[in-house]
């Protein structure tokens, strides 16, 4: 999994799965030093992957040359695609179209990107809408803890949860902004719960004191047992 971040959190997540995946986590790695080229092709001359996914425009690059070049050791290429053409770069959405060739799957997270994808000449049976969850969440592993009794301050309320980290993509203002405006019409009746860190979370914290919403939407930071806090979820944000 190329994601070009400091995924710790990623794969302690996908060891929550017990056993069924083997990930290689490129953590902390930097794609723009040669000695992370380096590095990852060391990776995956070593443990010869199924799969090489993608997940950010630098790392689709990256996927790509290692493909041209010979040095993907035959991994099949599945790439994530999270931005609508009018949120990315000049350059990204002619890469797609150029490299289309190598990759087997495009995952996209919202269906106009489906029509983006195609007028770009990207065959329709490579494009894959990941709309749904596909995950069977008895399979995670729990470590015991009862969230959903430390969080709910009564028994018909409703815990949002939302683990991912701080970044526009990821919709936290608009979450919060949400859920303001549903306390005016319904009153406290969900509470959210955010895991993670990153940039914008000091922006979204100062916007939930602007709203007077501190006790309505609670930052937690990154969790050792974030497992738990999807189990204690009623929504997944």
Same mark, same amino acid.
Request: hydrophobic content about 40%.
């Given at each position: 999994? !190329?994601?070009?971040?400091?995924?710790?959190?990623?794969?302690?997540?996908?060891?929550?799965?017990?056993?069924?995946?083997?990930?290689?986590?490129?953590?902390?790695?930097?794609?723009?030093?040669?000695?992370?080229?380096?590095?990852?092709?060391?990776? $995956?001359?070593?443990?010869?992957?199924?799969?090489?996914?993608?997940?950010?425009?630098?790392?689709?690059?990256?996927?790509?040359?290692?493909?041209?070049?010979?040095?993907?050791?035959?991994?099949?290429?599945?790439?994530? $695609?999270?931005?609508?053409?009018?949120?990315?770069?000049?350059?990204?959405?002619?890469?797609?179209?150029?490299?289309?060739?190598?990759?087997?799957?495009?995952?996209?997270?919202?269906?106009?990107?489906?029509?983006?994808?195609?007028?770009?000449?990207?065959?329709?049976?490579?494009?894959?809408?990941?709309?749904?969850?596909?995950?069977?969440?008895?399979?995670?592993?729990?470590?015991?803890?009862?969230?959903?009794?430390?969080?709910?301050?009564?028994?018909?309320?409703?815990?949002?949860?939302?683990?991912?980290?701080?970044?526009?993509?990821?919709?936290?203002?608009?979450?919060?902004?949400?859920?303001?405006?549903?306390?005016?019409?319904?009153?406290?009746?969900?509470?959210?719960?955010?895991?993670?860190?990153?940039?914008?979370?000091?922006?979204?914290?100062?916007?939930?004191?602007? !709203?007077?919403?501190?006790?309505?939407?609670?930052?937690?930071?990154?969790?050792?047992?974030?497992?738990?806090?999807?189990?204690?979820?009623?929504?997944?944000?």
């Amino acid at each position: 999994a !190329l994601h070009g971040r400091s995924d710790r959190q990623f794969l302690r997540f996908m060891n929550a799965f017990d056993g069924q995946f083997h990930i290689i986590s490129t953590s902390r790695t930097r794609f723009l030093l040669p000695s992370s080229w380096w590095r990852l092709w060391r990776l $995956i001359d070593k443990y010869r992957p199924t799969v090489i996914h993608t997940h950010l425009p630098v790392s689709f690059l990256i996927g790509s040359l290692f493909s041209l070049l010979g040095l993907s050791r035959n991994a099949r290429l599945v790439a994530t $695609i999270y931005s609508l053409k009018e949120q990315t770069s000049f350059w990204e959405y002619p890469m797609y179209r150029w490299f289309q060739r190598l990759y087997d799957v495009y995952y996209l997270t919202a269906t106009r990107s489906k029509k983006e994808f195609i007028d770009l000449g990207i065959p329709e049976h490579k494009l894959i809408i990941a709309g749904k969850n596909p995950v069977n969440l008895n399979s995670y592993v729990s470590m015991n803890q009862d969230i959903a009794g430390q969080y709910r301050r009564t028994a018909d309320e409703c815990l949002i949860v939302q683990i991912a980290r701080f970044h526009p993509d990821k919709g936290h203002r608009q979450l919060i902004e949400s859920l303001h405006r549903l306390k005016k019409i319904k009153g406290p009746v969900f509470r959210a719960i955010l895991v993670g860190e990153g940039r914008t979370l000091l922006a979204n914290r100062r916007l939930v004191k602007q !709203l007077s919403m501190e006790n309505d939407v609670l930052f937690v930071g990154w969790q050792e047992n974030y497992v738990d806090y999807v189990l204690a979820a009623d929504i997944l944000a």
